[in-house]
């Protein structure tokens, strides 16, 4: 056993009420800058929808993930060594900026400095790409609010692998809110598949990280990523991801979109798990049991065992301390209401969801009946306006027994807590039916409903696992123009979005800024740049 420790979130989705604070202070925290205007680390999703960018989840067509050979070995979906550096300059499967929008702002000039004239200036779009006039057709919330429309029921990836008659029924029915940041996985596709070794999963806390001094621009990384979280900054050259707001994270403090968020939905705390067993959870052959391979990572910390294994291996007490109060943990494993998004991908996601059960008890009280009574709430969750299907087909690979029993206990936390509320007698048995008992079903009517800061957001500080390994990074290279590997300044151009600028002849030493363009190297000798420094900075 090799216990080491994450810093994993959950989201409660019955509480999202699609807002996008959380991608608004994430964008103006890490992705304000030049190159970085399509990229969003945090985006908030409605379901049914094709997702940000269009269609993420066809890995048919977008090779995310994993999958299993012909011998039941775990590799790549985009293929082996080398079929990935035949691939190197030419990757087919990588997203082009119309899957994403091409970002734009208004000619607001216009407005001010219009001549006087008999019709109203127009502030028209512009193109932050190549700053000329564009159509707006795109954006990063284009399906916002409109989940039962026709058009995006036939681009969801997900409705597509289910059949007519459900897709006809969500015709008639409601919508609900995904956020969607960095899974921070504990088997990364987008780690093993990076030609440079830029991306790396942190020892101490499990956060997915880019070496920006590293990172080389192949681009790899966003093909491998079967969420689609990793970007590529076309002005730097640099690949840029979510980083769990890991300086805020090593203060004991919440990831920015978890303290900004209206609803109150995230929860963040420390998971113990078995670092041996994580390849072989991997690789089970049926994807629908996955969601149970990934428990059976997960150590209990009040394990007097899991303790010491976990002392032994440099885990500090107060992080063991932490995955013992952890909500996360909670949730996950003791509850099990919350549930990894698209297993399937064989990455094992380390950001998990509650799944939305409101509009059963909605459908009920129109029907003229008790929304809340036990008996009508358990028997009407196999007629869920948002089919199981759908829920299994997002969180446990179709699965529907998990998503089921997690809805049931959702349930009957509801009509538990009601009675309390309204002074009628306790009915034991409503706990009982979903395998809990009366002061488990009121710790999890607590956590999901009444917690405080305190309570949601259990971070240990930062600790180093091993001294040796650290180094003295300099600042990030991102931090200023002309950091290392930067292309030079100026905006770039749509086309830059896929292909490097190319300068003719061999690049002078002033030019390559620490790093090499090998489109530019004539193959003669060993020039700066050629191989990556040690240490650097992350993003």
Known sequence: MRVMAHVAMVMNLDKCIGCHTCSVTCKQAWTNRQGTEYAWFNNVETRPGQGYPRGHEDQDKWKGGWRLDARGRLVPRTGGRARRLARLFANPELPALDDYYEPWTYDYENLISAPLGDDLPTARPRSLIDGRPTAVTWGPNWDDDLGGGPDHLAGDPVLQRMNERVALEYEQAFMFYLPRICEHCLNPACVAVCPSGALYKRIEDGIVLVDQDRCRGWR?????????????????????????????????????????????LRYLGVLLYDADKVGEAASVPDERDLYEAQLGCFLDPHDPDVARAAEASGIPHDWITAARRSPV?????????????????????????????????????????????????????DALRIPLGYLAGLFTAGDTAPVEAALCRLAAMRSHMRRINLGEERDPAIARGVGMDERSIEAMYRLLALAKYEERYVIPTGYVADPAADHDGGGCSLDGDGGPGMYGPGPGDAEAFHTPPVSS????????????????????????????????ADR
């Open 329 to 381: 943990r909670d949730l996950i494993t003791t509850y099990r209401v919350a549930l990894p998004l698209h297993p399937e991908y064989r990455t094992l996601p380390m950001v998990w969801y509650v799944p939305p059960l409101s509009p059963v008890v909605d459908a009920l009280t129109r029907s003229g009946h008790d929304g809340e009574d036990p008996a009508a709430l358990f028997g009407a969750i």
């Open 220 to 264: 790899m990384c966003v093909s491998g990523c079967p969420y689609k979280k990793v970007y590529f900054n076309h002005t730097t050259g640099k690949a840029e991801k979510c980083t769990f707001c890991y300086p805020r994270i090593e203060a004991g403090e919440p990831t920015v979109c978890s303290e900004t968020c209206v609803g109150r």
């Open 505 to 536: 002849g061999t690049a002078p030493e002033s030019r390559l800024r620490g790093r090499l363009n090998l489109l530019n190297w004539d193959g003669r000798g060993r020039p700066s740049g050629l191989f990556p420094r040690r240490g650097g």
